[in-house]
């Protein structure tokens, strides 16, 4: 189907070839000239869909909670780091 280019150089994408390319609201459009023609490619937006499920192990529950699990991570890295401090600090004072 034939489109009239608007007054700021847009055109209509047809829904079936919308549908058929799987190009979707917020996709980047990356044009350029080839041989006297319009070539236009699609680039996928970012998706923000969950992951959730990509590091499951089997027979191991799902993660559902991931603020627990980084305070859990972040408080593991804490204690390493003030074991390294705290015997850092004693061999400095002769402790040992």
Do not use: C, N, Y
Request: hydrophobic fraction near 40%.
């Amino acid at each position: 189907m034939a489109h009239v280019v608007g007054e700021r150089f847009q055109i209509t994408i047809d829904r079936q070839v919308r549908e058929a390319l799987g190009i979707r609201p917020g996709d980047l459009a990356v044009e350029r000239a080839e041989e006297g023609r319009l070539v236009v490619e699609f680039v996928p937006k970012p998706h923000h869909r969950s992951l959730l499920g990509v590091l499951k192990r089997p027979g191991q529950e799902p993660i559902t909670d991931w603020t627990a699990l980084k305070e859990a991570a972040w408080a593991a890295r804490v204690d390493e780091i003030m074991e390294v401090l705290e015997a850092d600090s004693r061999r400095h004072r002769g402790e040992g």
